[in-house]
T-cell receptor
């Protein structure tokens, strides 16, 4: 079983609040990712990191920001939440060199379901 | 950019029936990953295919990748209620980039 954790699992907040979604993994993986999943099931990559102090924006434009100060920790922050941010947020990690030279399997956390009122 | 088409979008089958889910890529794949997701939870890795013509099985689930490495299918034999969930295929373009996912197939298994 993958050792990747997300907190909180559920969050209901009001518009304008600042929030941070936590993601931690204990596998020592260098690569970490944030996906946003809409009700139609599709996953959209919003941020990723290939190591400490490395962050990149994904394919879906997002008003969130991320940081990677420690290998195991990849938090996502929304400075001012809006109803359009209501979604499921999934964190994942991978490290091809640790599992197999040709594998890029991503291990997923349980997700955070965010509702902004 | 990489695009993955999954079909069908949703599927309702009677328990004990076989079913197939398809995933088609707009580009030749470096690797193709199949995941399963239960509602409101994270994704669980099922199988990964990398070689053209490759086929892998786990319990009653078989995944295949065509020779051109652009199409994959996931076949479930004798479906059970435990197979219900969302199945997503993920494309790996180079072995070193984030996976791109299809829109998913929602499977319901009725008694």
């Amino acid at each position: 079983e993958a050792d990747i954790y997300q907190t909180p699992r559920y969050l209901v907040i009001g518009t304008g609040k600042k929030i941070t979604l936590e993601c931690s993994q204990t596998m020592g993986h260098d690569k970490m990712y944030w996906y946003q999943q809409d009700p139609g099931m599709e996953l959209h990559l919003i941020h990723y990191s290939y190591g400490v102090n490395s962050t990149e924006k994904g394919d879906l434009s997002s008003e969130s920001t991320v940081s990677r100060i420690r290998t195991e920790h990849f938090p996502l922050t929304l400075e001012s939440a809006r109803p359009s941010h209501t979604s499921q947020y999934l964190c994942a990690s991978s490290d091809p060199t640790r599992t197999s030279g040709s594998y890029n399997e991503q291990f997923f956390g349980p997700g955070t379901r965010l509702t902004v009122l | 950019s990489q695009e993955l088409e999954q079909s069908p979008q949703s599927l309702i089958v009677q328990e004990g029936k076989n079913l197939t889910i398809n995933c088609t890529s707009s580009k030749t794949l470096y690797g193709l990953y199949w995941y399963k997701q239960k509602y409101g939870e994270g994704l669980i890795f099922l199988m990964m295919l990398q070689k053209g013509g490759e086929e892998k099985s786990h319990e009653k689930i078989t995944a295949k990748l065509d020779e051109k490495k652009q199409q994959s299918s996931l076949h479930i034999t004798a479906s059970q209620p435990s197979h219900a969930g969302i199945y997503l295929c993920g494309a790996d373009n180079s072995g070193n980039t984030p996976l791109v996912f299809g829109k998913g197939t929602r499977l319901s298994v009725i008694a």
